[in-house]
T-cell receptor, first 115, second 116 residues
Framework: AQSVTQLDSHVSVSEGTPVLLRCNYS??????LFWYVQHPNKGLQLLLK??????LVKGINGFEAEFKKSETSFHLTKPSAHMSDAAEYFC?????????????FGTGTQLKVEL | GAGVSQSPSNKVTEKGKDVELRCDPI?????LYWYRQSLGQGLEFLIY????????KSGLPSDRFSAERTGGSVSTLTIQRTQQEDSAVYLC??????????????FGPGTRLTVL
């Protein structure tokens, strides 16, 4: 079975400081991993995805994530937080082909950005 | 082009009533998914369509839940005899290809269902 664990339910940073949202995965197969963001009362938006190509993945809005097989991690980072980054972030793993690409979501990390 | 759309955006119903939730995927997307987002359970998969068939219904929580897709496009999720625990945001997503693990799923804004 595939699963993801988001290690922090809430993260608070000051504007202009780095962001680190932590995610560990468990998978019997080579996983596909995603980060989605959900702003209040908005739909889920894809930030970035890892699909066994480059281990450092760059996404939208300055976010990036690094796939580390040895640590089974896929942490999301951003060098400098902006107020507009305040949202809930979900780490997601995909069941491999044959499983219909069913997404399994982490429990989410609420990011708060303070002035 | 337009993204995934869902209707209604909000639905309030009484316990025991049936409800229908609609999803219009992105044009040309062959795969369609339903998920549910609730406070207690987080985001969970319900059902997957490839074209008009549903090869994976494993996430449907009970036989009160059913879904269909017609013409390889619009999908309807039906909940019969609604219960209060059905209150949640129901999300629809679509993807271009045949459900490959790396496919990007594009999500609609969701339908917020409240069962009184």
């Amino acid at each position: 079975a595939q699963s993801v664990t988001q290690l922090d339910s809430h993260v608070s940073v000051s504007e202009g400081t780095p962001v680190l949202l932590r995610c560990n995965y468990s998978s019997s197969y080579s996983p596909s991993l995603f980060w989605y963001v959900q702003h209040p009362n908005k739909g889920l938006q894809l930030l970035l995805k890892y699909t066994s190509a480059a281990t450092l993945v760059k996404g939208i809005n300055g976010f990036e994530a690094e796939f580390k097989k040895s640590e089974t991690s896929f942490h999301l980072t951003k060098p400098s937080a902006h107020m507009s980054d305040a949202a809930e972030y979900f780490c997601v793993v995909s069941v491999p082909p044959g499983g219909g690409n069913k997404l399994t979501f982490g429990t989410g990390t609420q990011l708060k950005v303070e002035l | 082009g337009a993204g995934v759309s869902q209707s209604p955006s909000n639905k309030v119903t009484e316990k025991g009533k049936d409800v229908e939730l609609r999803c219009d995927p992105i044009s040309g997307h062959t795969a369609l998914y339903w998920y549910r987002q609730s406070l207690g359970q987080g985001l969970e998969f319900l059902i997957y369509f490839q074209g008009n068939s549903a090869p994976d219904k494993s996430g449907l929580p009970s036989d009160r839940f059913s879904a269909e897709r017609t013409g390889g496009s619009v999908s309807t999720l039906t909940i019969q005899r609604t219960q209060q625990e059905d209150s949640a945001v129901y999300l629809c997503a679509s993807s271009l290809r045949r459900g490959g693990a790396s496919d990007t799923q594009y999500f609609g804004p969701g339908t917020r269902l409240t069962v009184l």
